[in-house]
């Protein structure tokens, strides 16, 4: 298995903006792609301007294909046209974690 975690932080008084963007626009387009994440869901310590979601991929091949089709989407295209304009985003951060050999998912 491999987890993809990423964090996203928004710019102050915009993370609700970000969410609903995301869930009318994102959503159903992600999902049908990536499938259903582990995680998504906002920050609720430290840095409550930002969320966190995490995927999971069989393994890097997975992964690089089911992200391929996704940008090759044009609904996907303008989901990501529309996030641009709104300007809520102000930074992200992605960590690929791959399970401990002791570890059972």
Not at 7 to 20: D, F, H, N, R, V
Not at 33 to 56: D, Q, R
Request: a neutral charge; glycine letters at 6%; one cysteine or more.
């Amino acid at each position: 298995m491999l987890y993809d975690h990423r964090t996203y932080t928004c710019i102050p008084g915009t993370l609700k903006k970000q969410m609903a963007l995301y869930q009318e626009h994102g959503w159903p387009i992600q999902t049908r792609h990536l499938g259903e994440p582990l995680l998504y869901g906002p920050v609720e310590t430290g840095n409550v301007n930002s969320y966190v979601h995490i995927w999971v991929f069989k393994d890097a091949a997975d992964r690089s294909q089911r992200r391929a089709a996704m940008q090759n989407d044009p609904d996907w295209a303008a989901y990501l046209k529309k996030s641009a304009e709104a300007g809520y985003l102000i930074s992200q951060e992605n960590k690929i974690i791959v399970p401990a050999p002791f570890f059972k998912d």
